[in-house]
């Protein structure tokens, strides 16, 4: 079986992320894509919503859809909680919330320390993740919002 290596969009830069955690995983994504970090609000639930959008909230008058990012990425739906965060992002001209457990640290990386996903399967899509991080504390998983919500998603959402 031939392994393609391919190399993230990052070369030589250094880059600010976000990293939060989804149940004992730790994620994270750009610091650009991000606006502000809420804590945990409930949400008004939208009838015939897709099963990853918990709901709506109401950020400084705009009505921004709350996304379950845990099922997003095909884990168990997160259980929100007092320590739980929203991270506001803002992906294809949309801004979106996103659930997470909580939110563990904001660091600047090089772009050389991302690693490319590993191949597991010819039906396998890592096209979520721009790579992962090895840290001191494990491993990082960096997300692609782009690709996690394409436009026309969030189009459906806005609608």
Sequence with gaps: ??????TTSFSGETLEIIAF??????????????????????STPIPHAPSDVIGVMNL?????????????LGMKSTVANERSA????EVHNM??????????????ISSSQIQPVPEVSASF???FSEGIIASE????????????????DLDDLAA
């Design 1 to 6: 079986m031939a392994t393609t290596i391919t």
């Design 21 to 42: 955690r989804l149940h004992d995983q730790e994620f994270c994504v750009k610091t650009t894509t991000i606006r502000e970090i809420r804590g945990w609000a409930p």
């Design 60 to 72: 400084r008058g705009s009505v921004i859809p709350i996304i379950d990012l845990a099922y997003k």
């Design 86 to 89: 929203i991270v506001v992002a």
């Design 95 to 108: 801004v979106i919330g996103m659930l997470v457990d909580r939110v563990s640290d904001i660091l600047t």
């Design 125 to 127: 899509d890592k096209s």
């Design 137 to 152: 504390n494990g491993m990082i998983c960096f997300l692609n919002l782009s690709k996690m919500f394409k436009g026309s």
